[in-house]
Nanobody, 124 residues
Framework: QVQLVESGGGLVEPGGSLRLFCVAS????????MSWYRQPPGKERELVAW????????NYVDSVKGRFTISRDNAKNTVYLQMNSLKPEDTAVYYC?????????????????WGQGTQVTVSS
């Protein structure tokens, strides 16, 4: 069964750091671009960071550039989001998403998979 499980969230003071983890099960992660999204309270979900299937390319929303780093270890089926210099406006539920880059999707499989999310709260 395909699963994405996020962890690493929590309560941190402004200026602090957290590292989020997204562990994939039953997915050949090297066939998937991976992204982190977040949804602040009462707001829409937004893309935060993206990394290509092989890890050679990354992209970030302007508000986190220079503070957040996305990385991956396909051998461990894990994607990371290192978050430094956290601000109260980073408070949100953070979600991991896997996007299949292959032309053909196997029967019974999806193009995109989402995790259940992990809460990040930045507050003093």
């Amino acid at each position: 069964q395909v699963q994405l499980v996020e962890s690493g969230g929590g309560l941190v003071e402004p200026g602090g750091s957290l590292r989020l983890f997204c562990v994939a099960s039953a997915l050949p992660l090297n066939a998937y671009d991976m992204s982190w999204y977040r949804q602040p309270p009462g707001k829409e979900r937004e893309l935060v960071a993206w990394i290509s299937s092989g890890g050679s390319s990354t992209n970030y929303v302007d508000s986190v550039k220079g503070r957040f780093t996305i990385s991956r270890d396909n051998a461990k089926n894990t994607v990371y989001l290192q978050m430094n210099s956290l601000k109260p406006e980073d408070t949100a539920v953070y979600y991991c998403k896997a996007h299949d880059i292959r032309d053909l999707i196997l029967p019974g499989r999806e193009r995109d998979y989402w995790g259940q999310g992990t809460q990040v709260t930045v507050s003093s």
